[in-house]
């Protein structure tokens, strides 16, 4: 059984930053791509930033490329996002999601965290 939980969302002013966890557990995790993917309201769920298993791999959203950076600490089951230079447009809720390959559905997913950018 895999599970995924995130945190680290909340509300922040345009320009910015802040950075998500996503704390996994399971004991084949740490061999899985994971990735980032958000959904803003009325909008279809969107991908935001992989990341290989041993974090020599990342790639990234055109939309969030030189703003966000996406890492892992296999040591603490953890992966992040860093996010910085907000803008209103990155609100929505923030879920982690494993394994990741490109063009595929991850079938494990954390609950999300909301983020919200005033402007």
């Known amino acids: 059984q895999v599970q995924l939980v995130e945190s680290g969302g909340g509300l922040v002013q345009a320009g910015g930053s802040l950075r998500l966890s996503c704390a996994t557990s399971?004991?084949?995790?740490?061999?899985?791509?994971m990735a980032w993917f958000r959904q803003a309201p009325g909008r279809e769920r969107e991908f935001v930033a992989a990341?290989?298993?041993?974090?020599?791999?990342?790639s990234y959203a055109d939309s969030v490329k030189g703003r966000f950076t996406i890492s892992r600490d296999n040591a603490k089951n953890t992966v992040y996002l860093k996010m910085n230079s907000l803008k209103p447009e990155d609100t929505a809720v923030y879920y982690c999601?494993?394994?990741?390959?490109?063009?595929?559905?991850?079938?494990?997913w954390g609950q999300g965290t909301q983020v919200t950018v005033s402007s």
């Open positions: 399971g004991r084949t995790v740490n061999s899985y791509a």
């Open positions: 999601a494993a394994p990741y390959y490109q063009g595929t559905n991850p079938p494990y």
């Open positions: 990341i290989s298993w041993s974090g020599g791999s990342t």
